[in-house]
């Protein structure tokens, strides 16, 4: 089973950006479906994107066509781009990595994002 690290958060003003960064342990991490989550303050953890192990990918609506998902896998690393962050995109945000043969799945610590003026 993988074990996966973020990094990349951090406090950016309205309309900023950040990428964010996921690298994982092991050696199969292709055949692995990765995704980025989120959870704000008194709120559930909610999936933003993710990108399969043949590279499809999908979007939360309130992320599509500012966010994107993509994955290196000679790196064993997944990215989350943010463009155009708003405060609603504040949250702690975890990176999940989830082997669609088995069902199982493994969770980073997560890294917190700050979208303030």
């Known amino acids: 089973q993988v074990q996966v690290v973020e990094s990349g958060g951090g406090l950016v003003q309205p309309g900023g950006s950040l990428r964010l960064s996921c690298v994982a342990s092991?050696?199969?991490?292709?055949?692995?479906?990765m995704g980025w989550y989120r959870q704000a303050p008194g709120r559930q953890r909610e999936l933003v994107a993710m990108?399969?192990?043949?590279?499809?990918?999908n979007y939360a609506d309130s992320v599509k066509g500012r966010f994107t998902i993509s994955r290196d896998n000679a790196k064993n690393t997944v990215y989350l781009q943010m463009n155009s962050l708003n405060t609603e995109d504040t949250a702690v945000y975890y990176c999940?990595?989830?082997?669609?043969?088995?069902?199982?799945?493994?969770w980073g610590q997560g890294t917190q994002v700050t979208v303030s003026s």
């Open positions: 092991g050696n199969i991490f292709s055949l692995y479906d």
């Open positions: 999940n990595a989830r082997r669609p043969v088995t069902g199982l799945s493994s």
């Open positions: 990108i399969t192990s043949v590279g499809m990918s």
